[in-house]
């Protein structure tokens, strides 16, 4: 009984170690001009791995604005703060929606209610910026969506949202492009598309995107044999992955996250089947856990990817970027984390160059401005209209002897595309 | 095709059983639904990705490791929090099975990020046995064998030791028991060690092809509530016979109605049960 009243009293004195650890970070005396940002993202669930680097990436961003960093060729890099606002300091306040459109909504109520932040950013998972984003139009804050992909966000006709990363209709136009420049080009002989995806907004809607976009590309003779769809939380995937070996596509299109596309993979392997390419939509593939995880399983599959790795010795601001996320991380920046970062950096480039924290003036420069965005391949944001973003930052990669190099289109090409997988054995 | 498909619901079925008949066990004996069995289930993983990690020990290696190491936190979750919560209201050792279930995943996602991992080599690992059209992966062939020796030998110790004879007592009713001299305080305290050895062994076998992350003992403990309702709260074979039905359901609804009712399946299943055989289909 001692014992255990001895370890109850050790348990409660740990844990008030920790949290007092966290108390103290929240007491730091607040500064004088301190404009807050909220960004509401996956930190716990099922996508907390991507959550937390997304979460590295936006205190990447928040410390190239706040402190000096006159290497990096960007406006709010070389001064500490926001110099039209007399060098006010920027804090991202961090809210965790755990994959849940619900608590997304209400973060982003409490944030803006309790915290008084300025603008939202976030939330990663289109299923949870789609709430959060209204939450936002109602209260009339700006909202800067950076790696949510589905094209509804952007189709609602809201006037307080903006987003970044090209959306999957946008995407599954790039893939038939891609997939016809892989034809003339390689005669790769592409005509059977199999679509697996993920049964949440994100997956479900890439494959409407498919659906509609692949009427303008019969003549060239694609056409949709298989549609996989599988719950959000699978315990295997034999099942699906029969269906796709009967079908015998030539090309798969993965609406998936990190989990279940590895789990994929490896099914891929098991029973031998051998498509001639694998097209990622922004979600699994991009995470370099991919390649970490699967070894040399992973080469061959591709995506599109707003960077790599291989573009940083072409791109130097990109390379000093990940040189202090890489620091935070442990690892490269990737992709969703990238366009996050963007996110983070556009809307205080939008503050500042507002000059105020008034949300319409703010907006209004969102929507006017075109901002350099050096760390892309495209090196601008604009947002249209409905808020896209008009410049795809994208280039398609393939995983290549564990790197992902970009393939296409050919004026970024790090390595040629290899426009078939060999059998499983032959590797 | 169909083969194919028969083949792979079964085995995976075979590990549900294993998974359930855990959780069957304290809920027929101690009358406690264990909400932190799978977690359980996700720390015995973790140990198997630990010792590949680390040490480079395959997991079919590590397996007596990893059972030991789970049957010693489930001995002391019975020490420590169940046992002050037994005579309690019922719904009391439920939300502390919760609690605990809530804080075991969050104390793994901040020791070991929520990463997904995966262990790649095993003796297991890639290997694959083709019996005409129909494969069958080694890590799930692996899996199936050793959940279906494991029951077995579950089974045998409750029906023909003398401690399982004991535990069987104090299930039927354990004031009883007591007072016929079984120390059912030992009972409920083995019965529990013994309900971790077979998730130790569960998520072993697992994690040479299920990636390991914090959250990946959930679906298996809910799919392992509905193998319970299926087999009758305490019943072995029924856990066994009911993890067949649901990877059977699973993959065959799946198959043929669309891999997103996959689980959809399985639930409706398990409610037309509960309205026609509350006892379960093998229940007493």
């Given amino acids: 009984m001692k014992k255990s009243i001895a370890l109850i009293v050790a348990f409660f004195l740990v844990a008030s170690l920790i949290l007092q650890g966290c108390s103290q970070q929240a007491q730091k005396p607040a500064e004088q001009q301190e404009i807050k940002i909220g960004a509401i993202l996956p930190l716990t669930g099922s996508a907390a791995a991507t959550g937390v680097k997304l979460k590295y990436a936006i205190e990447t961003a928040e410390e190239i604005i706040n402190g000096e960093h006159p290497e990096i060729n960007m406006e709010l890099a070389k001064s500490a703060g926001l110099p039209n606002l007399k060098g006010a300091k920027v804090k991202f306040i961090f809210a965790d929606h755990q994959a849940n459109p619900e608590i997304a909504k209400s973060e982003a109520e409490r944030l803006i209610q309790n915290e008084k932040v300025v603008g939202l950013i976030g939330c990663y998972h289109s299923s949870a910026t789609k709430p959060a984003s209204q939450v936002a139009e109602r209260f009339?804050?700006?909202?800067?969506?950076?790696?949510?992909s589905s094209a509804a966000l952007t189709e609602r006709g809201l006037k307080w949202f903006t987003r970044i990363a090209p959306h999957d209709g946008m995407e599954t136009k790039f893939f038939f492009d891609y997939l016809k420049y892989l034809n003339e080009k390689f005669n790769a002989g592409i005509k059977k598309i199999a679509v697996v995806y993920i049964d949440n907004e994100y997956g479900?809607?890439?494959?409407?995107?498919?659906?509609?976009?692949i009427e303008n590309y019969?003549?060239?003779g694609f056409e949709l044999v298989l549609d996989v769809k599988y719950p959000a939380n699978v315990s295997n995937v034999d099942t699906e992955v029969q269906k796709i070996k009967a079908a015998a596509p030539d090309a798969i299109f993965h609406a998936s996250y990190i989990g279940d596309m590895t789990m994929f993979v490896k099914k891929y392997k098991e029973?031998?089947?051998?498509?001639?390419?694998?097209l990622s939509y922004c979600g699994g593939y991009q995470d370099p856990q991919f390649v970490k995880n699967l070894g040399k399983d992973a080469d061959y599959f591709a995506g599109p990817n707003a960077t790599t790795s291989a573009l940083f010795s072409k791109m130097p601001d990109l390379a000093k970027i990940n040189e202090i996320y890489k620091k935070k991380s442990g690892v490269d920046i990737?992709?969703?984390?990238?366009?996050?970062?963007?996110?983070?950096?556009?809307?205080?480039?939008?503050?500042?160059?507002?000059?105020?924290?008034?949300?319409?003036?703010?907006m209004e420069v969102l929507k006017n401005t075109e901002f350099s965005a050096p760390y892309f391949v495209s090196g601008k944001i604009k947002f249209g209209e409905d808020g896209q973003n008009i410049y795809s930052a994208s280039v398609m990669t393939q995983i290549q002897n564990g790197i992902y190099e970009a393939v296409w289109p050919e004026n970024f090409q790090t390595k040629p595309p290899i426009p078939a997988f060999p059998e499983w054995n032959k590797r | 095709m169909l083969g194919q498909v028969i083949i792979s619901g079964v085995l995976i079925g075979f590990v549900y059983s294993l998974v359930a008949v855990g959780l069957t066990l304290i809920w027929g004996v101690m009358d406690i639904i264990n909400f932190a069995h799978g977690e359980f289930l996700m720390i015995s993983m973790y140990t198997a990705f630990w010792m590949y990690a680390i040490f480079k020990l395959d997991p079919l290696l590590t397996l007596p490791i990893a059972s030991f190491f789970i049957f010693v936190i489930s001995f002391l979750t019975y020490k420590l929090i169940i046992k002050k919560v037994l005579d309690a209201p019922g719904l009391t050792a439920l939300l502390a099975t919760f609690g605990l279930s809530l804080f075991i995943r969050n104390l793994a996602q901040f020791l070991w990020t929520p990463n997904y991992r995966f262990i790649t080599e095993s003796f297991v690992a890639d290997k694959k046995v083709a019996m005409g059209p129909v494969i069958i992966g080694m890590p799930q062939l692996v899996a199936a064998f050793g959940s279906i020796l494991m029951t077995v030998i579950i089974f045998y110790f409750v029906k023909k030791t003398k401690m399982g004879m004991a535990i069987q007592a104090t299930a039927l009713d354990r004031d009883t028991a007591k007072l016929m001299g079984i120390d059912t305080e030992k009972v409920y305290a083995v019965t529990f060690g013994i309900s971790g050895i077979c998730v130790g062994v569960a998520g072993t076998l697992l994690s040479t092809f299920f990636p390991v992350y914090p959250e990946a003992g959930a679906l298996y403990s809910l799919l392992a509530f509905v193998i319970v309702a299926f087999g009758g709260f305490g019943n072995i074979q029924g856990a066994l016979l009911g993890g067949i039905i649901v990877g059977l359901t699973e993959s065959l609804g799946g198959f043929f109605l669309g891999t997103q009712f996959k689980y959809a399946v399985v639930f409706l299943l398990y409610l037309l049960v509960l309205q026609f055989r509350p006892k379960g289909l093998f229940g007493w």
């Fill in chain 1, 140 to 148: 009339q804050i700006p909202f800067v969506a950076g790696s949510s």
């Fill in chain 1, 204 to 213: 479900v809607h890439a494959f409407q995107m498919v659906q509609k976009t």
């Fill in chain 1, 218 to 220: 019969k003549d060239d």
């Fill in chain 1, 271 to 278: 029973l031998n089947v051998v498509p001639k390419v694998v």
């Fill in chain 1, 334 to 362: 990737d992709g969703p984390t990238l366009e996050d970062f963007a996110s983070a950096m556009v809307i205080a480039e939008a503050i500042n160059k507002a000059g105020t924290t008034d949300p319409a003036k703010v």
